[in-house]
């Protein structure tokens, strides 16, 4: 399915461009992309918003995909959709999948913003029984806490993760780079922030810890912190 159509938004601006990249089983219409997107446009600065396959607006099942598919269809956009320097903003998957794009085109990327950032995750966010189930069975299904329909994990998306893990030793991105995590993170433990920032190559990497705020970090504060970040670099 490597010819499904992928949707994306493009605000028009000065530079550097902000590309964000969502969640996992989340899109470009959440919170967080359309307030950054609406900063944007009332700023006149360049902005691009959009679905991996299978997600939201974009062609495809969502099961079909993996994070190395996800990874190439943020590539796709950053080449296609975006022109000049660029940072990207990624949010708990995404900023995984930022640091692998930031790796993978270290001309173009001048800045990274993690929010609530998971890379990794499939290595410490699955227990044992859980990775054998996904081993054995293909598919697992865990209750999610932001709707009734369950979290869906696959054995090639779960795979996938394994083969792209970055936290085994120095990761090299030297851009500067910003996290901001919440004190009350169920799903990444702030330890996972802290040891993320000791292992980037660069030196200018700042972990901001947002008090009470939880994974999404949707709050009014956690956005307008989320965008004071971006104004940095921008």
Not at 55 to 78: K, Q
Request: proline share 5%; charged share 25%.
């Amino acid at each position: 399915m490597t010819d499904a159509r992928l949707a994306f938004r493009v605000t028009e601006g000065t530079g550097p461009t902000i590309l964000f990249l969502p969640g996992y089983a989340s899109d470009m219409s959440g919170t967080k992309a359309m307030a950054l997107e609406a900063w944007a446009k009332e700023n006149g600065r360049g902005f691009v918003r959009f679905d991996y396959r299978g997600c939201g607006e974009s062609d495809g099942a969502f099961e079909d995909f993996t994070l190395a598919d996800w990874r190439d269809d943020a590539l796709l956009v950053l080449d296609s959709a975006t022109k000049g320097p660029v940072v990207l903003v990624g949010s708990s998957m995404g900023g995984w999948l930022a640091l692998l794009v930031a790796r993978a085109r270290p001309d173009r990327i001048v800045g990274l913003v993690g929010v609530a950032a998971a890379p990794d995750f499939t290595d410490w966010g699955f227990t044992s029984e859980q990775k054998m189930t996904l081993l054995s069975e293909g598919r697992l299904e865990k209750p999610s806490p932001y709707g009734d329909a369950p979290m869906v994990t696959t054995r090639a998306f779960w795979q996938s993760g394994e083969a792209n893990r970055l936290m085994f030793g120095p990761i090299p991105v030297s851009v500067p780079v910003r996290l901001i995590h919440g004190t009350h993170d169920a799903e990444v433990p702030n330890a996972r922030a802290i040891r993320l920032m000791e292992l980037l190559a660069g030196d200018d990497v700042s972990l901001t810890l947002l008090k009470n705020g939880d994974h999404r970090l949707s709050r009014e504060q956690d956005i307008a912190a989320i965008i004071r970040v971006v104004e940095g670099f921008v």
